[in-house]
């Protein structure tokens, strides 16, 4: 089984709506993220979270908002979709104690907004 | 203003040519990360370069870190269409003293196709 799974892997929305992207890990990591990712622009970073209490903002993060469920379970929602939000997106966790930071992704959710 | 800059963008290729990606930028970084992402997947590390000057090889992948550490290379021998994906450079946030973020910035990605 994968270590980080999101759900939905894929998702066709209408502007306006309120959705939900959701990720687990069994990793047993603290440290949770969530990218985006747009074709050459890499990925850049919306929210992230360092343990359940902890929740911080990334650098594009307006429009977003996250919720820690548990140290398993970090979801990602878009209060009222918009077109441009159109995108590819992944949550990542990586260990406290890797000063590198290596990241390990799910496999993504590609989201569509009409 | 990305604090990692990739080149190139985009590379097509023959099966069996060689290649290089470029990973730069105008700040230190303690290390840099190297991810391969194929298509329907999430990034992927490949390696991690810490020592200014090290040069790293996993099977025809070298990597290497520039003396100053601020930037890094990949460079594929005789690249075959498995190698086909995206591949990122990444490097951890941090401040003046070091105190890492906790955080990783990605370069922007080059799309290698090798075609048989």
């Known amino acids: 089984d994968a270590d980080v799974t999101q759900t939905p892997r894929n998702r066709i929305t209408k502007t306006g709506k309120r959705i939900m992207l959701e990720c687990s890990q069994t990793?047993?990591?603290?440290?949770m993220y969530w990218y985006r990712q747009d074709p050459g622009l890499g990925l850049r970073l919306i929210y992230y979270?360092?343990?359940?209490?902890?929740?911080n903002k990334g650098e594009i993060s307006d429009g977003y908002s996250v919720s820690r469920q548990a140290q398993a379970k970090f979801s990602l929602s878009l209060e009222s979709a918009i077109p441009n939000q159109t995108a590819l997106y992944f949550c990542?966790?990586?260990?406290?104690?890797?000063?590198?930071?290596?990241?390990?992704f799910g496999p993504g959710t590609r989201l569509t907004v009409l | 203003t990305q604090l990692l800059e990739q080149s190139p963008q985009f590379l097509s290729i023959q099966e069996g040519e060689n290649l290089t990606v470029y990973c730069n930028s105008s700040?230190?970084?303690?290390?840099l990360q190297w991810y391969r992402q194929e298509p329907g997947e999430g990034p992927v590390l490949l390696v991690t370069?810490?020592?200014?000057?090290e040069v790293k090889k996993l099977k025809r992948l070298t990597f290497q870190f520039g003396d100053a550490r601020k930037d890094s290379s990949l460079h594929i021998t005789a690249a075959q269409t498995g190698d086909t994906g995206l591949y990122l450079c990444?490097?951890?946030?941090?401040?003046?003293?070091?105190?890492?973020?906790?955080?990783?910035?990605f370069g922007q990605g080059t799309i290698l196709t090798v075609h048989p």
């Open positions: 990542a966790t990586s260990d406290f104690r890797d000063s590198r930071n290596t990241q390990y």
């Open positions: 990444a490097g951890p946030l941090a401040n003046a003293g070091g105190t890492s973020y906790g955080k990783l910035t």
């Open positions: 370069v810490v020592t200014g000057g």
């Open positions: 990793k047993g990591h603290d440290r």
């Open positions: 700040s230190v970084f303690s290390s």
């Open positions: 979270s360092f343990d359940v209490k902890d929740i």
